[in-house]
Nanobody
Framework: QVQLVESGGGLVPPGGSLRLSCAASGRTFGSYTMGWFRQAPGKEREFVAAISGSGSMTSYAESVAGRFAISRSNAENTMYLKMNSLNAKDTAIYYC??????????????????WGQGTQVTVSS
């Protein structure tokens, strides 16, 4: 069982930056492929980014590639999402997800076995 807790969301003006964190419980964090997903009002949840257990491989949705950066610290059981050049279309609840042993490229279509409760990101002036 893995428990995930997101933090770092908030209100940011267009063009601004935020860093989200996802803290995980358990002693096997490094064995989990981790991902970020988001859900905007009235829309389906969509994939944002994923990272392999070692952190050596990453994957991004086309809409955020070049603006967002996913990373992790296995020593701290924490995953991050640094978001730059934010715009109104990035407004959503952001969720972190975890799945053991999943190839990172499959996170986008498979999702996680474990999910956090989400953190709200609002981009508005």
């Amino acid at each position: 069982q893995v428990q995930l807790v997101e933090s770092g969301g908030g209100l940011v003006p267009p063009g601004g930056s935020l860093r989200l964190s996802c803290a995980a419980s358990g002693r096997t964090f490094g064995s989990y492929t981790m991902g970020w997903f988001r859900q905007a009002p009235g829309k389906e949840r969509e994939f944002v980014a994923a990272i392999s257990g070692s952190g050596s491989m990453t994957s991004y949705a086309e809409s955020v590639a070049g603006r967002f950066a996913i990373s992790r610290s296995n020593a701290e059981n924490t995953m991050y999402l640094k978001m730059n050049s934010l715009n109104a279309k990035d407004t959503a609840i952001y969720y972190c997800a975890a799945r053991s042993g999943l190839p990172v490229l499959l996170m986008a279509t498979t999702g996680g076995d474990y999910w956090g409760q989400g953190t709200q990101v609002t981009v508005s002036s």
